[in-house]
C-alpha cells in the first residue's frame, strides 16, 4: 500500500523556522541537534533493526521523522521504501539516499543500547536475531538530521531535495525494487546523485572519497557440468564432471592474471564446488557458483565473457559433446560497479576541505572489493554521483590494534560497533555542505 503524508503549512512554519546558512555555525548546530534529538533517534534504530523486505517499522518511523521535518513523504516504494520531497523554488532535483535494513546477526558488542531484536526472514521462515551489523542506523539518523537543516534553513539554497530511504541493500535488491516501481518517472530524475556508508575501517571524524568506483561491481555466478556417470572402478567408462570441474576452476584463475591489464582489478571466486554421492561413483553432474567482482563495465565483460568462454572449451577438450557442454549462468543478483562522477567528486572534496578543514579526508586506500545496489539509481539513466564514506571507528581503537590488542571489528561481525556520535554529525554536516554546493544560492 502506497500513501503520501503531508504537514500543515502552519506545523512547518511553527516547527522550523527558515534561518539563514552559516558555514561557521553548522558544526555546532548539528552537535546541539545531536545531543538533543539525533542521540535518542539513533539509539531506537540501532535497538530495534529490521530485516530486508520487512522494515516496516523502521519505515513507518523513517515516514513520521521526514514529514516532521516538513517533507511531503510517500511510503511503500518499491516494498517498503520512503521517498520524501522538499520543494525550494527553481534549481537542481538532487538525491541523498540511505539504506535502512539489519542483518540476521546476534549483537555481541555488551553495548548498553545493544539489539536484542528477533525476526521472522521472509525468505526463509526462520526466526533470526536481528542487528545493524552495517551501520544502517547511522545513515538513516543523518538522513533525518539533514532533512532538518535543510528544511529550516531554505533561504540558502534553491531546488529540490529528493531523500530515499531505502529498503533491502544487504540483499541487493531494494535500489532496483524501488526504480521497477517507477521511483523517477513518479518523483523526477535527479540532476546529482549522493549516499554515504559509515565505515569501521575509516578513523572517526574523517570522509573517505574514492576517484573511479567505491564499490565493485559484483555478479553471482552458476556453472552446471554435465558429465557421465560411471563406476569409480572404471573411470574409462564416464566423463567425470569432478575433474572437469577442477579444471574449469584452475583454468579461472587466468582470466584475473592473465586477461587483465595489471592496475585493473578483478576477482573470480569459486566459492562452492558440489557432486557426487558416494567414493565409489563417478557422478554425472557438478555445480560450481561463484562470485565476481570488478570496478568497471569493461572488465565486468572480460571476466563474464570469460568464464563462459573457458567453462564451455573445457568441456570440449573433455570430449563432451554440443549438448553436454558446462552452462553457465549469471544470475539476477548482480549489482554494477558504483562509480563516482570524476568532476563532481573533485568539487565535493574540495567543499569538505574547505569547509571542514585540511585533515578532514582519509588517506587510507579502498583494497576491499565489497559491492552495493545503489548505482541502480545512478547508472540508467547515469546521474552524476558521489559516494563517499563516513569514519566510524575512534583512532584509538586502530592504535590499541597495531599494538596486537583488540581488533577493530569488520562489517557484518557480531562485535560491529561505529561511535555513533561522530558518525552521525559528520555525516549530517558533509551531506549539507554537498547539498548547498550543489542547490546553494
Known sequence: MRTAITLSTAFVLVFCSTTSFSDSDLSKHIDREYSSYLKPLFIHFHENPELSLVENKTAARMAKELTAAGFEVTTGVGGTGVVAILKNGKGPLVSMRADMDGLPVKEKTGLAYASQARQTDPITGNEVPVMHACGHDV??????????????????????????????????????MMMEDNLYQRFGTPDYGLAFHVSSEIEAGKI???????????????????????????????????????QIVMALQTLVARELPPRDPGVVTV????????????????????????????????????????????????????????????LNESVPPTINDAKMAQRLRAVWVDKMGKKILSEKPNKGMGAEDYPFFTTTPYIPSVYFAIGGTPKKDFEIAAKGGTPVPSHHSPLFKITPKPAVTNGVEATVLALMELMGK
Open 208 to 246: 573517505g572519497v574514492t576517484d573511479g568506483s567505491p564499490y565493485a561491481g559484483a555478479d553471482t555466478v552458476d556453472i552446471v557440468i554435465h558429465g557421465v556417470g560411471a563406476h569409480g572402478a572404471s573411470p574409462h567408462a564416464g566423463k567425470d564432471p569432478i575433474v572437469l570441474g577442477s
Open 139 to 176: 545513515h538513516i539518523t543523518s538522513l533525518v538530521g539533514t532533512a532538518r537543516y535543510m528544511q529550516s534553513h531554505q533561504d540558502a539554497w534553491s531546488g529540490t531535495l529528493m531523500l530515499i530511504v531505502q529498503p533491502a541493500e544487504e540483499r541487493v535488491i531494494g535500489a532496483k
Open 271 to 330: 566459492g562452492s564446488f558440489h557432486s557426487g554421492t558416494k567414493h565409489n561413483i563417478i557422478s554425472d553432474r557438478a555445480v560450481l557458483q561463484l562470485t565476481v567482482r570488478n570496478t568497471s563495465l569493461e572488465t565486468r565483460k572480460t571476466l563474464l565473457d570469460g568464464i563462459k568462454r573457458i567453462a564451455e572449451n573445457m568441456g570440449r577438450v573433455a570430449g563432451l559433446s554440443e549438448d553436454k557442454l558446462p552452462e553457465v549462468t549469471v
